[in-house]
C-alpha cells in the first residue's frame, strides 16, 4: 500500500500506520471484532476526504469512516486490506442561525458539544445518545442514533436538514439543505442511517430544537417490573407524551448505587421508571398531575420528583452511566439492542428472564421503555469460552423473541457488523436484495464500509473471545 | 380486472389530465388486491408499457412531465386499514385507503395520524406517501415522513419488499421509508404503509387575524417563535395583489386546554399583535372546518382546479421580510405563508393551456426567483403549464444528487416502467 500517496494528501502526521498507532481503532465500541486496518488517515477538510477516497477508488482499497468509535454494532469495524478514514478533524460549528433553529457543523463535533454551544441562545440538539459527550454528529447520522429523549424528539433523521456528502466515488454532493420541504426525492433521509455505507457526510445542517421552558423529572419505584411497563402502556394511552421514559431493573439499580454515580435510586426496587416531562408550564403540569395518578393506580411504591436541577442531572446520570456501572458485575458487557412495540414488554422481559436461566447468563435490562427499545445487557467473563457461546446464543434468541413479539433487530445501535447475519430473521431474501441495490446506487464499487449491515460477504476478522464466525477473507 | 376509460373530467381529474398532456393514459385498471396489482406489473412488463400509480389524483402534476403514455393503475382497491394497534399507537394501511377514511377510523379511539394535508378527503395514504405530501400541522408535529414507520412496496420487477416495521423505533436496513417518500413512485409502487399515530389533543384552538402588511406579517412569525410557544400552525393567508397584500393571520395551537388558551393569549399579546382583532375558534375533530383552515386547504390544492399553478417556496423564517416583499413586488396569487417553517403555497390562476406564459407573469416569476434565491430561498412548483414548471423546477437535487436518483432509478427500474420521466429520465 503506498501510504506516501496519503501523506501527500493529508501530511504525514495524519497517516497513522505503526502498530501502537493503530491499536486504537481495531475495533468500536463492540470490542467482540477486532481487525487492524493498513492505515488510519485522518483528513482536515472535506476535500482532503474527497482526495482520500479517490485514491482508495484509484487503487481499490477498501475504506471505513469513523468519526468517535463509540458505535456498538461493529459499523467502523477496519477491513484488513483497507484503510479507517478517522473524521474527528473535522470537529467545527460552522455557523448557528438561532432564528432559524438551524446550526451547521462538521462532522467531527461531539455531539453534547453542540447543545452546549447553543446553549446560551435558549437552543439544544435534541437526539441525545448515551455516548453524547463522545460520540460525533457524522457518525450519529450513520446510525440515526437516538437516546432517552426521542419518544417526544424522534431520532437523528428528524433532525438533519441537509447534508455534504463525499459519494464513494469521491464527488462532493450537497444533499438537501437548511431549507424546509425540499421538493425532490429525500436523499438526505435515505443516507441517514446508512451505517457509512452510502459515503461519508462531512457537513451537517442540523436543526435544533428550543429549550423547554418547565422539565419534571419523576422517578417511580416498583417491585414488580411487570407492573412498571404496564405503566408506561397506560401512560401513552392517557395520550401524555413524555420527553423521556426511561426503565431500570432491580441488578441494574443496584450496581448504579454501588458506583460513583450513586444515582439515590432506591435498592429494594425491582425496577425504577424514571419520566421526564417537559414543555411549557400549564401542559407539563396537566401531565404531571395524570402521570402521578397513574402511578399511584399502577403500584407504585414510591414517587419522587427531582425539586432541583442538581437532584435532576443525578438521576440521570444514573440512567447514562448505567452500562459502564455494569462493568462492576464481570470482565466484559455485552449490550443488546432490540425493539419490541411497547405493548408486549411485559412479556418479553419474561422471556429475556427464561432464555437467561437457560443459557446460565447474567442479564440486566436498562432501556428506553417508552419506545419499547431493550437493552438486555449480559454480563460475562471473555476468558471463558463456554460463557462466550451462551452469551451469544441467549443474544440471539432474545433478538428472535423480539421478532417473534413483532419488533426489531435495533432501535438505535445499528446492524453493522454484529447483526448482519441475522437480518435474515428480520426481512426476505428479496427485501435484502432490495437493501442491497439500493447500496449498489450508492456505493457501486463497494469500496466504502464493505461487509456491514446486509448478510453475505465472508470477513477476515477475529472474534476477540474466540467465538467463530466467517474466516475467510473476502 | 379489465381496462376501463381513465376519466380525466373528473374532480381530480381536469388537473391531473392538464398536467399530464399528451402522457395522459387513456386507460386505467383497478386492481382489488396486491397480487392483482402484481400480476399488472408483469403484465406491463411483458407489454412494455408504462404504469402511472394513482391515489386520489390529487397530485398527478407532480414532478416532472411524463416522457411515455401508459395505464392508469387506480389503487382504490386495496383500501384495507390491515393492522390497527390502539395501545401501540401503530396504523398499517393499504395505499388506496382514503386519508379521511383512515382519520375517522383513528378518530373513534382518539388517535390520529397527526398530519393534515391540502386535501383531506380526496387523498389517499399511498398518495400522500408517494408525492411528500405537506401538512398545515408540520410545526408541531412535522410532516408524514415523520411518521412513516415502514412500507410494503411493488417492484417494477413484480416483487414485494418491506423496510422499517411496526415499532416506533427502528434502525434495521437502511431507511427505504424515506426514499420512498416524495418518489412518486418511479422507486416502486407503495402498497401499504405503517405510521406512528398520536393522541388526539385535548384541545385545538384555531386562532386568526387580519392582516394587510409585511411588517404585522413578519412580527407575528417572530413572535410565534418565542421561547414557550409551540405552535401546530403559523400561517399568513391571503391574496397578492400589485403592491398590497390582504388577507389573515392563522395560528393554531394544539395540546391540554390551558395551555392552547395560553398560548392564544401569548400570540395575541405579543408585539403588533394587541392591536389585531383576534377571533378564536375550537376545532372539533369531527365536523365542520372552520373556514380559515378551508380556505389554507383550498391554497394547497389544485386537484379540483384544472387551471391553477401551484409553486411552493422555501425560505428561512428569518429572511420572511424579504420573501413577502418579494411577493408583493409579484403582486398576482393566492399565498400561504408557514411562518414557522418557511414554506409558502403560491397559487395562481391561468388560462389552462400548456402554451407560453404572458411576459409580465414569466418576466415577474423570474424576479421572485431570484429575490427568493437573493435571500437564500428556492422556489419550485407542483403544477401548471410547461414554461412555469421550466422556470421553476420540481426538483431541488443538485446535479451529482441526480446521479444519485439515476442510479437508485437504474437499480430499482432500469425499464423506467413506473412513471416514466416523473423525477427525470
Not at chain 1, 481499490?60 to 484488513?80: D, I, M, N, Y
Not at chain 1, 438561532?98 to 458539544?113: I, T
Not at chain 2, 386499514?81 to 401501540?88: C, K
Request: charged content about 20%; glycine content about 12%.
Amino acid at each position: 500500500m503506498d501510504l506516501a500517496a496519503l501523506d501527500r494528501i493529508v501530511g504525514r502526521d495524519h497517516v497513522l500506520r505503526g502498530r501502537a498507532e493503530l491499536l486504537p481503532f481495531e475495533s468500536d465500541g463492540l470490542t467482540h471484532f477486532r481487525q487492524r486496518p493498513r492505515a488510519v488517515v485522518l483528513p482536515g477538510s472535506t476535500e482532503e476526504v474527497s482526495a482520500v477516497v479517490r485514491w482508495c477508488v484509484a487503487t481499490g482499497t477498501p475504506f471505513v469512516p469513523r468519526g468517535a468509535g463509540t458505535g456498538l454494532s461493529g459499523g467502523a469495524l477496519p477491513c484488513a486490506t483497507g484503510i479507517v478514514i478517522e473524521l474527528a478533524r473535522l470537529n467545527k460549528i460552522l455557523e448557528v442561525r438561532a432564528r432559524d433553529r438551524l446550526a451547521r457543523v462538521q462532522c467531527g463535533v461531539v455531539n453534547a458539544d453542540l447543545s452546549v454551544a447553543v446553549r446560551p441562545l435558549g437552543l439544544h440538539y435534541a437526539p441525545d445518545p448515551s455516548s453524547q459527550s463522545a460520540c460525533t454528529l457524522g457518525g450519529n447520522v450513520a446510525e440515526n442514533s437516538g437516546g432517552p429523549h426521542t419518544m417526544k424528539y424522534g431520532t437523528t433523521t428528524d433532525h438533519i436538514a441537509g447534508l455534504r456528502v463525499v459519494t464513494t466515488d469521491g464527488a462532493i454532493v450537497e444533499l438537501g439543505g437548511p431549507l424546509a420541504e425540499l421538493p425532490g426525492v429525500d436523499l438526505v433521509g435515505t443516507f441517514v442511517g446508512s451505517e457509512g455505507t452510502f459515503g461519508i457526510a462531512t457537513e451537517l445542517w442540523v436543526r435544533l430544537t428550543p429549550n423547554p421552558p418547565v422539565v419534571r423529572t419523576f422517578l417511580f419505584a416498583f417491585s414488580d417490573i411487570e407492573a412498571a411497563c404496564r405503566m408506561v402502556s397506560r401512560i401513552v394511552a392517557d395520550g401524555i407524551l413524555p420527553a423521556a421514559l426511561e426503565m431500570l431493573d432491580k441488578t441494574t439499580i443496584e450496581v448504579v448505587e454501588a458506583s460513583v454515580l450513586r444515582a439515590g435510586y432506591p435498592t429494594n426496587a425491582d425496577a425504577v421508571l424514571l419520566c421526564e416531562l417537559d414543555g411549557v408550564a400549564p401542559q407539563v403540569e396537566d401531565d404531571a398531575r395524570r402521570v402521578r395518578a397513574i402511578a399511584a393506580d399502577s403500584g407504585a411504591f414510591e414517587t419522587r420528583e427531582a425539586t432541583t436541577g442538581e437532584e435532576r442531572l443525578k438521576l440521570w446520570k444514573g440512567r447514562k452511566g448505567a452500562f459502564g456501572a455494569l462493568g462492576r458485575l464481570s470482565p466484559d458487557l455485552y449490550v443488546q439492542d432490540a425493539v419490541v412495540p411497547r405493548s408486549r414488554l411485559p412479556e418479553i422481559l419474561r422471556k429475556v428472564k427464561e432464555i437467561a436461566t437457560a443459557e446460565k447468563v447474567r442479564v440486566s435490562n436498562v432501556f428506553h421503555a417508552g419506545d419499547g427499545n431493550l437493552h438486555p445487557n449480559i454480563s460475562y467473563d471473555g476468558r471463558d469460552k463456554d460463557e462466550v457461546a451462551r452469551v451469544v446464543r441467549a443474544g440471539e434468541r432474545i433478538l428472535a423473541a423480539c421478532i417473534e413479539a413483532g419488533g426489531s433487530l435495533s432501535g438505535e445501535h445499528g446492524i453493522g457488523m454484529e447483526k448482519r447475519d441475522a437480518m435474515g430473521l428480520l426481512f426476505s431474501p428479496d427485501d435484502l436484495a432490495r437493501f442491497g441495490q439500493v447500496r449498489r446506487a450508492f456505493n457501486p464499487l463497494g469500496l466504502c464500509n464493505p461487509d456491514k449491515v446486509l448478510p453475505g460477504a465472508k470477513v477476515c476478522v477475529e472474534f476477540r473471545h474466540g467465538v467463530a464466525i466467517e474466516g475467510v477473507t473476502h | 380486472m379489465a381496462p376501463r376509460p381513465f376519466e380525466v373530467g373528473a374532480a381530480a381529474g381536469a388537473a391531473a389530465g392538464a398536467a399530464l398532456g399528451a402522457a395522459c393514459p387513456s386507460h386505467a385498471i383497478e386492481p382489488a388486491s396486491a397480487e392483482q396489482l402484481r400480476e399488472i406489473v408483469i403484465e406491463a412488463n411483458v407489454a412494455d408499457e408504462p404504469l402511472i400509480p394513482v391515489g386520489g389524483a390529487t397530485a398527478m402534476a407532480a414532478g416532472r412531465p411524463l416522457l411515455r403514455r401508459g395505464m392508469a393503475v387506480a389503487m382504490g382497491g386495496l383500501a384495507r386499514i390491515v393492522d390497527h394497534s390502539p395501545a401501540d399507537f401503530v396504523v398499517t394501511v393499504e395505499a388506496g385507503c382514503r386519508f379521511a377514511a383512515l382519520q375517522a377510523e383513528l378518530l373513534r379511539h382518539r388517535q390520529w395520524l397527526a398530519v393534515e394535508p391540502p386535501d383531506r378527503e380526496q387523498a389517499t395514504v399511498g398518495g400522500m406517501v408517494a408525492a411528500a405530501a405537506t401538512s398545515f400541522v408540520a410545526a408541531q408535529h412535522g410532516t408524514l415522513r415523520h411518521h412513516l414507520l415502514g412500507v410494503r412496496v411493488l417492484h417494477a420487477d413484480g416483487h414485494f419488499a418491506k423496510a422499517g416495521g411496526r415499532v416506533v423505533k427502528n434502525v434495521a436496513g437502511y431507511d427505504l421509508m424515506k426514499l420512498h417518500h416524495g418518489a412518486l413512485g418511479t422507486l416502486g409502487i407503495v402498497v401499504a404503509a405503517t405510521f406512528r399515530l398520536r393522541p388526539l389533543p385535548a384541545a385545538d384552538l384555531l386562532d386568526t387575524a387580519p392582516c394587510d402588511d409585511v411588517e404585522t406579517m413578519a412580527a407575528f412569525g417572530d413572535a410565534l417563535a418565542r421561547p414557550g410557544l409551540v405552535p401546530a400552525a403559523g400561517f399568513f393567508l391571503g391574496h397578492l395583489r400589485a403592491g398590497a397584500l390582504q388577507g389573515q393571520l392563522l395560528a393554531r395551537f394544539q395540546g391540554a386546554r390551558a395551555t392552547v388558551v395560553d398560548q392564544a393569549a401569548a400570540i395575541e399579546a405579543a408585539p403588533g399583535g394587541a392591536r389585531l382583532a383576534w377571533k378564536r375558534e375550537v376545532v372539533e375533530p369531527e365536523g365542520a372546518r372552520p373556514r380559515p383552515l378551508q380556505s389554507l386547504a383550498e391554497a394547497g390544492s389544485c386537484a379540483n382546479d384544472g387551471d391553477a399553478a401551484l409553486l411552493t417556496l422555501h425560505f428561512a423564517p428569518s429572511r420572511t421580510r424579504e420573501v413577502a416583499a418579494a411577493l408583493l413586488r409579484f403582486g398576482a396569487g393566492r399565498v400561504a405563508l408557514d411562518l414557522v417553517r418557511g414554506f409558502g403555497l403560491l397559487k395562481l390562476a391561468t388560462d389552462g393551456a400548456d402554451g407560453a406564459l404572458t411576459k409580465s407573469l414569466a418576466h415577474g416569476l423570474a424576479a421572485l426567483k431570484g429575490e427568493l434565491a437573493a435571500a437564500g430561498g428556492v422556489l419550485a412548483s407542483q403544477a401548471g403549464p410547461a414554461p412555469l414548471r421550466a422556470l421553476a423546477p420540481p426538483s431541488s437535487l443538485t446535479p451529482e444528487g441526480e446521479k444519485l436518483y439515476g442510479a437508485l432509478r437504474e437499480e430499482l427500474d432500469p425499464q423506467r416502467r413506473i412513471n416514466p420521466g416523473r423525477w427525470g429520465a
